[in-house]
């Protein structure tokens, strides 16, 4: 059974407001908060990557923990806006926290849902031999997005999220996690320039291509709202409990509307909300409303706390963890 140990979060000190925003793009205030829920998000300053946002959360995961970097075991990074295109960015981490010499590795490409892959990974991995594993989701989007798309520019912040898992004396456990992919829902979301089947190239730079994020935001709500009730069902029909029994439903924080319909689907109102601070932080986001929950006495001992995300793939999960 893998347990959590600590959590960890950051967020970047540059605030990005709506009103900063309107300044830059047709937008206003007001649009913007009536369609997505946000007022502000962080931005990672020039000198930050994504290796310094994820060193910052994974060090704050282990103090609270209680335990050095050279105690972990395995390292596992969530992201989908990697330090580099290669090595992964889970070398750079490892390296620069002085860890051992151990299995660090990156998931990326599913978008929002990565922490929930993620956790599911490590648990396995616990499960297999018992050890300590760091999962921490990372994005820092504000570096490959177009600043010119009011569609898509003003919804997202940077951030990292951290958990440090293990084989006892945690917090909360991780009791089941459930995920799942429709790949012919590929299309609907992601950045699709920049790989074998469409190579970045001097073209595709003149005309923007490398930061133009494909959404179609009809199909996206769509998916998010069915797939992130459906899970968070399945994960509770498999653990024999209902939503009545669930404390706090943590979900990916992309829209207040889609957040909204998900609890009136599921039921609840014992919903989390972040967004409105921090934007949509993809892989991030989970991992630090999480952190914020527990950190702020949202979470108490006793407590069912139910996580759900979707992300680009079209990809989807949900973890329970009794506190």
């Known amino acids: 059974m893998a347990e959590v140990l600590g959590f960890g979060g950051y967020v970047p000190e540059k605030v990005m407001s709506n009103e900063d925003w309107a300044r830059l793009v047709d937008t206003s205030d007001e649009w913007i908060t009536q369609r997505t829920g946000i007022k502000r998000r962080r931005f990672a300053a020039d000198h930050e990557a994504t290796a310094d946002l994820a060193e910052a959360a994974c060090r704050e995961a282990l103090e609270d923990a209680g335990l050095e970097p050279e105690d972990v075991d395995e390292l596992v990074v969530a992201t989908d806006t990697p330090e580099v295109y290669t090595p992964d960015t889970a070398a750079f981490l490892q390296h620069r926290m002085g860890m051992r010499e151990i299995p660090a590795y990156d998931l990326g490409g599913s978008g929002c849902a990565g922490f929930v892959q993620a956790l599911d990974v490590a648990r396995a991995r616990i499960a297999y031999r018992p050890r300590r594993v760091l999962v921490v989701g990372v994005e820092l989007i504000s ?69 133009h994020l494909t959404m179609d935001g009809g199909e996206v709500f769509r998916e998010a709202v069915r797939r992130m009730s459906s899970a968070v069902e399945e994960l509770l029909g498999s653990i024999g409990r209902s939503i009545g029994d669930v404390a706090l439903v943590i979900p990916h924080q992309a829209n207040a509307r889609i957040i909204d319909v998900v609890g009136r689907k599921l039921g609840t109102g014992r919903v989390y909300v972040n967004l409105t601070e921090y934007g949509n932080t993809g892989s991030a986001s989970v991992p630090l409303a999480l952190w914020e929950a527990q950190a702020t006495g949202r979470i108490r001992p006793g407590d069912l706390v139910v996580l759900t995300a979707f992300g680009a793939g079209f990809h989807w999960g949900a973890a329970a963890l009794p506190f």
Request: proline letters at 3%.
């Open 143 to 211: 570096r490959l997005i177009s600043w010119e798309d009011r569609s898509t520019c003003v919804l997202f912040g940077d951030g990292a999220g951290a958990v440090l898992l293990g084989p006892e004396g945690g917090r909360a456990r991780i009791l089941e996690v459930v995920t799942g992919t429709d790949g012919s829902k590929a299309d609907i979301l992601g950045l699709l320039t920049g790989g074998t089947r469409r190579p970045f190239t001097l073209e595709a730079a003149r005309r923007g291509d490398h930061r």
